[in-house]
C-alpha cells in the first residue's frame, strides 16, 4: 500500500485525528489508563522472539541457537 505524503496528507490525518483523540483521550482517563505514544520510542521484540527468562530465542543471533549437550538427562 502506497501512503500518501506531505502537507495535505498531513492535512487530512490530522483532521481524522481531531475526530476521535478526544474521546480516547476521554476513556483513558475514566479508565485510569495511558496512551501509548503515537510512534513508538524504540523497537522491542515481539513475544516469539524471546524466551520466559528474556533471552533471545537465536533467531536474531546465530550463536544463541547453539545446543548444548548436557549429560544431565
Known amino acids: ?4 505524503d506531505g502537507e495535505e496528507a498531513d492535512s487530512k490525518l490530522d483532521t481524522l485525528r481531531k ?3 478526544p474521546y480516547i483521550y ?3 482517563n ?3 489508563q495511558t496512551l501509548p505514544p503515537w510512534i513508538p ?5 515481539d513475544n516469539w522472539q ?3 527468562w528474556a533471552q533471545s530465542a537465536g533467531l536474531i543471533d546465530p550463536k544463541a541457537a547453539t545446543v548444548v ?3 544431565h538427562f
Open 1 to 4: 500500500m502506497k501512503l500518501n
Open 19 to 21: 475526530m476521535y483523540e
Open 26 to 28: 476521554a476513556l483513558a
Open 30 to 32: 475514566h479508565l485510569s
Open 41 to 45: 520510542l524504540k523497537k522491542g521484540k
Open 50 to 52: 524471546t524466551t520466559a
Open 69 to 71: 549437550a548436557d549429560d
